[in-house]
T-cell receptor
């Protein structure tokens, strides 16, 4: 158990819908990262927050957004969903930046 | 910017044999390097990391890796594998001075046969 929690574990939805994925970092970690894992793209960095502020952006679509709240949990919002958004979404957290990232169990999103 | 190449997509090996999973990276700055393992239907678990210091790093489950700056490599080794080591292995890099975002290789599937 890494100490990083993600909910829900599975999410099945339809095209055009909007979903929210939630992540709670390890106790004391200020930095949260979101990654997407798909068969064709592999593991790709989406976005990073540090103590409530956006720190870095990767290959994140404009339809996707995220935020980190004062209690340090983070949410990834995916809207106008397409079939190609089906993937495993991971959250990771770290204390220092850069440093070891500890990953949550992931949320598997299926868009039908 | 950094990039990672895992040279083998699949590595089949018999139980109790040694194994090496190869990883090469590219970076214009100093790097931190990681190996993660992903078991079926699970998240990523840290195997080992190189941040600084000794170039030979030991991790969990008997794995070790050697950082070779001149060859820009960070190969993962285990002297004797078990069936339970069957999994996907990812090499990842981040620049020592940047935000910490990880760049991952495409992964290597280790298949341990009895």
């Amino acid at each position: 158990d890494s100490g990083v929690t993600q909910t829900p574990k599975h999410l099945i939805t339809a095209t055009g819908q909007r979903v929210t994925l939630r992540c709670s970092p390890r106790s004391g970690d200020l930095s949260v990262y979101w990654y997407q894992q798909s068969l064709d793209q592999g593991l790709q960095f989406l976005i990073q927050y540090y103590n409530g502020e956006e720190r870095a952006k990767g290959n994140i679509l404009e339809r996707f957004s995220a935020q980190q709240f004062p209690d340090l949990h983070s949410e990834l919002n995916l809207s106008s969903l397409e079939l190609g958004d089906s993937a495993l979404y991971f959250c990771a957290s770290s204390g220092q930046v850069p440093d070891t990232q500890y990953f949550g169990p992931g949320t598997r999103l299926t868009v039908l | 910017a950094q990039s990672v190449t895992q040279l083998d997509s699949q590595v089949p090996v018999f139980e109790e044999a040694p194994v090496e999973l190869r990883c090469n990276y590219s970076s214009s700055v100093s790097v931190y390097l990681f190996w993660y393992v992903q078991y079926p239907n699970q998240g990523l678990q840290l195997l080992l990391k190189y941040l600084s210091g000794s170039t030979l790093v030991k991790g969990i489950n008997g794995f070790e890796a050697e950082f070779n700056k001149s060859q820009t490599s960070f190969h993962l080794r285990k002297p004797s594998v078990h069936i339970s080591d069957t999994a996907e292995y990812f090499c990842a890099v981040t620049g020592a001075g940047n935000t910490g975002k990880l760049i991952f290789g495409q992964g290597t599937t280790l298949q341990v046969k009895p």
